[in-house]
């Protein structure tokens, strides 16, 4: 049983590795639109976001400030994996 298309053809191997290195390249044109600015913002907010934490850190986590400091830890994480792409495609250049 053969057939015309191998599943792992060039074109094909093209055609994934093009889409790995543009993540935005699936996206609708709105979507897309959207991306640039939330993973400059996510970007930014990843890097000053533990300047915040500092001051918890240094004063002692007491009361509820444990919580706080695991919601900002949190919402660190989250910034670094979206704003992990933030000007890839300047870089690739």
Do not use: T
């Amino acid at each position: 049983m053969s057939s015309s298309h191998p599943p792992f053809g060039s074109e094909r191997i093209h055609r994934v590795s093009e889409a790995i290195r543009s993540p935005l390249a699936g996206l609708s044109k709105p979507a897309a639109y959207l991306a640039v600015p939330v993973r400059f913002v996510a970007f930014w907010v990843a890097v000053a976001l533990p300047f915040v934490s500092l001051p918890l850190l240094a004063g002692g986590l007491e009361g509820s400030e444990p919580i706080a400091f695991a919601a900002l830890l949190v919402v660190n994480v989250v910034a670094l994996v979206v704003g992990h792409g933030h000007r890839a495609d300047v870089r690739d250049r």
